[in-house]
């Protein structure tokens, strides 16, 4: 399991929830929430490594602008992405200002989203004080073909597999066509996933298959 903590700003129940199962399911550690008040009582209690906010809250004493402004102070390492159903140049420009990482629309794209989480992620990562020394490198030994279906099936398949088990759950268990609806979107998407994954390593496998056959 990853682990890693990532924030949810949203005043929309059903978003929240969408955004926060698809994150579990992908291993990491949501935090929901629905004001920027709970964002940034969340923000200063836990070191998030990143944070999805909202930018249209609802709220007349502090909307997303403001949230990543606090979030940002209180945790600087911490790489916001926003999402607004409303987007325009000046939010956008204000925001990166603030220095959010990435400016999404909603509805947004569960595979761009989930793209831009990982690298937000991996620069949140590298922010941290003091590199991690290289480690030694190893020849690994040859594998043979069953090792390698066994380590394919082990790192590529089994935990999105897992995640269309869950989200065949979530759909049958939503409480609206929305939601259930919502989760389909994501399940497609794991789906979609699993296929191309199947097929980069079947044409892997021909070609090391046509590579011995030449040699």
Same mark, same amino acid.
């Given at each position: 399991?990853?682990?890693?903590?990532?924030?949810?700003? +949203?005043?929309? !129940? !059903?978003?929240?929830?969408?955004?926060?199962?698809?994150?579990?399911?992908?291993?990491?550690?949501?935090?929901? =929430?629905?004001?920027?008040?709970?964002?940034?009582?969340?923000?200063?209690?836990?070191?998030?490594?990143?944070?999805?906010?909202?930018?249209?809250?609802?709220?007349?004493? %502090?909307?997303? *602008?403001?949230?990543?402004?606090?979030?940002?102070?209180?945790?600087?390492?911490?790489?916001?992405?926003?999402?607004?159903? %409303?987007?325009?140049?000046?939010?956008?420009?204000?925001? %990166?200002?603030?220095?959010?990482?990435?400016?999404? /629309?909603?509805?947004? +794209?569960?595979?761009?989203?989930?793209?831009?989480?990982?690298?937000? *992620?991996?620069?949140?990562?590298?922010?941290?004080?003091?590199?991690?020394?290289?480690?030694?490198?190893?020849?690994?030994?040859?594998?043979?073909?069953?090792?390698?279906?066994?380590?394919?099936?082990? +790192?590529?398949? /089994?935990?999105?597999?897992? !995640? =269309?088990?869950?989200?065949?759950?979530?759909?049958?268990?939503?409480? !609206?066509?929305?939601?259930?609806?919502?989760?389909?979107?994501?399940?497609?998407?794991?789906?979609?996933?699993?296929?191309?994954?199947?097929?980069?390593?079947?044409?892997?496998?021909?070609?090391?298959?046509?590579?011995?056959?030449?040699?």
């Amino acid at each position: 399991m990853d682990g890693r903590k990532i924030l949810i700003v +949203d005043d929309e !129940s !059903s978003l929240r929830k969408v955004l926060g199962d698809l994150l579990r399911l992908r291993g990491y550690a949501p935090d929901p =929430v629905a004001t920027g008040a709970e964002a940034v009582a969340a923000a200063k209690a836990t070191q998030h490594d990143a944070a999805i906010v909202d930018l249209g809250l609802g709220e007349e004493e %502090m909307n997303g *602008l403001d949230v990543i402004k606090e979030i940002k102070r209180c945790s600087p390492r911490t790489e916001c992405i926003v999402l607004t159903g %409303m987007p325009s140049q000046e939010s956008a420009i204000q925001a %990166m200002n603030l220095g959010a990482y990435a400016y999404l /629309r909603k509805p947004f +794209d569960v595979a761009e989203l989930l793209q831009t989480i990982a690298k937000a *992620l991996e620069k949140s990562a590298g922010s941290g004080d003091g590199a991690k020394p290289a480690a030694p490198s190893i020849r690994p030994q040859a594998k043979s073909a069953g090792q390698k279906f066994a380590d394919y099936v082990r +790192d590529e398949l /089994r935990s999105p597999l897992g !995640s =269309v088990i869950g989200l065949t759950q979530n759909i049958v268990e939503a409480e !609206s066509l929305e939601d259930a609806q919502a989760f389909a979107r994501i399940l497609q998407t794991e789906a979609q996933g699993v296929v191309e994954n199947l097929d980069r390593f079947l044409a892997k496998v021909a070609a090391d298959q046509a590579e011995r056959r030449n040699s």
